[in-house]
């Protein structure tokens, strides 16, 4: 019962760097995404898929990229990292009715990125 | 835009004493709404989903009421205990969720 992992937990970037955070689940959920979790913003929705090959973007998506090639992955790409990406990033997947997220959301432990 | 409100933002109870938590969003055309608890340090753990045609969910000592008309939501925990202790939080979908600021509920011993 892995339900949604998330790798690294800790990661420390400096400024311009790229990175990839992983996320696979185990519960064959279509629909997936990325939240960005800071203080005072609360949740914030970054990009989302509702199946293999879809993808669209939340209300933070700049700055990050997503491709979803398999049910199970949807890993987040940081590609120049700054400072304003220090956070803590969950991903969280749910089942669909259609395209439509319905079902009940589960997080993974998140992964906490600082930027220096 | 849905916007989701928490209200209040920190509660401290003494132990035994039921626990009345609020959620209320914009928009009521809703999927669902789901509660949720986070606590320091950790991810998100679902307690409560409710869709959009029920009136209430219960599991164990929690119980969670909508009412769409309204735009509210309200999470009952019977009975609070030390491990109740953590942030709650509301999430309303309403095809992508906006989640609420969260209450930190404080049971103290």
């Known amino acids: 019962n892995a339900g949604v992992t998330q790798t690294p937990k800790f990661q420390v970037l400096k400024t311009g760097q790229s990175m990839t955070l992983q996320c696979a689940q185990d519960m064959n959920h279509e629909y997936m995404s990325w939240y960005r979790q800071d203080p005072g913003m609360g949740l914030r929705l970054i990009h989302y898929?509702?199946?293999?090959?879809?993808?669209d973007q939340g209300e933070v998506p700049n700055g990050y990229n997503v491709s979803r090639s398999t049910t199970e992955d949807f890993p987040l790409r940081l590609l120049s990292a700054a400072p304003s990406q220090t956070s803590v990033y969950f991903c969280?997947?749910?089942?669909?009715?259609?395209?439509?997220?319905?079902?009940?959301?589960?997080f993974g432990e998140g992964s906490r990125l600082t930027v220096l | 835009k849905q916007e989701v409100t928490q209200i209040p933002a920190a509660l401290s109870v003494p132990e035994g004493e039921n626990l009345v938590l609020n959620c209320s969003f914009t928009d009521s055309a809703i999927y669902n709404l789901q509660w949720f608890r986070q606590d320091p340090g950790k991810g998100l753990t679902s307690l409560l989903l409710i869709q959009s045609s029920q009136r209430e969910q219960t599991s164990g000592r929690l119980n969670a009421s909508l009412d769409k008309s309204s735009g509210r939501s309200t999470l009952y925990i019977a009975a609070s205990q030390p491990g109740d202790s953590a942030t709650y939080l509301c999430?309303?979908?309403?095809?992508?969720?906006?989640f609420g600021a969260g209450t930190t509920v404080t049971v103290r011993a």
């Open positions: 999430a309303a979908n309403d095809y992508k969720l906006s």
């Open positions: 969280a997947s749910s089942y669909t009715t259609g395209a439509v997220n319905t079902g009940e959301l589960f």
């Open positions: 898929s509702v199946g293999a090959g879809i993808t």
